[in-house]
T-cell receptor, first 113, second 119 residues
Framework: ELKVEQNPLFLSMQEGKNYTIYCNYSTTSDRLYWYRQDPGKSLESLFVLLSNGAVKQEGRLMASLDTKARLSTLHITAAVHDLSATYFCAVVISNFGNEKLTFGTGTRLTIIP | DTGVSQDPRHKITKRGQNVTFRCDPISEHNRLYWYRQTLGQGPEFLTYFQNEAQLEKSRLLSDRFSAERPKGSFSTLEIQRTEQGDSAMYLC?????????????????FGPGTRLTVT
């Protein structure tokens, strides 16, 4: 059974600092997604990582994928308050066309002014 | 707005009652998924449709749960004889294949969710 673990589960950081969220998964995967969720809201797609060594950047967020280590990272550069949210990684294993997502437990990020 | 829509957004019901939720996917998306998210957890897969065919159901989907997608467009999720443990956010997502670097990617787009509270 596929297991997806994130750490840390909670992260409180000051504005302007850098930090990294880690996502480990237990079996070979077809691709990996990062999502953002604001309180009481649905999921917003941030990145999709398709292959080993993939790196994607959008603003202050950068995601990378190491399929050999079964590890993805989400790096936050010079954090700002607007980035406060819960971040989920989700792994896909295709099964006869079903590309269901298996989510990590989430990292609740709070940026302190 | 052409995104995924869900109705209702909030539902409060008493234990033992039946509830039904609706999901309207993005037009022409042939794949539709239901997920459940409890407080403080990541979403968990419930079931998957390709067009009108329900192709996979999670073990989380007990016999009190049923989902349909009768014409391959909107979908409904019904919970019979609700229990307090059913309280959660129910999320719907749809997808259609788009070309990735070397293969087709079926990125899922999520609706706003239906928050169910069973009292």
């Amino acid at each position: 059974e596929l297991k997806v673990e994130q750490n840390p589960l909670f992260l409180s950081m000051q504005e302007g600092k850098n930090y990294t969220i880690y996502c480990n998964y237990s079996t070979t995967s077809d691709r990996l997604y990062w999502y953002r969720q604001d309180p009481g809201k649905s999921l917003e797609s941030l990145f999709v990582l398709l292959s080993n060594g993939a790196v994607k950047q959008e603003g202050r967020l950068m995601a990378s994928l190491d399929t050999k280590a079964r590890l993805s990272t989400l790096h936050i550069t010079a954090a700002v308050h607007d980035l406060s949210a819960t971040y989920f990684c989700a792994v896909v294993i295709s099964n006869f066309g079903n590309e269901k997502l298996t989510f990590g437990t989430g990292t609740r990020l709070t940026i302190i002014p | 707005d052409t995104g995924v829509s869900q109705d209702p957004r909030h539902k409060i019901t008493k234990r033992g009652q039946n509830v039904t939720f609706r999901c309207d996917p993005i037009s022409e998306h042939n794949r539709l998924y239901w997920y459940r998210q409890t407080l403080g957890q990541g979403p968990e897969f419930l079931t998957y449709f390709q067009n009108e065919a329900q192709l996979e159901k999670s073990r989380l989907l007990s016999d009190r749960f049923s989902a349909e997608r009768p014409k391959g467009s909107f979908s409904t999720l019904e919970i019979q004889r609700t229990e307090q443990g059913d309280s959660a956010m129910y999320l719907c997502a749809s997808s259609q294949g788009t070309s990735g670097t070397r293969r087709i990617v079926y990125e899922q787009y999520f609706g706003p969710g239906t928050r169910l509270t069973v009292t």
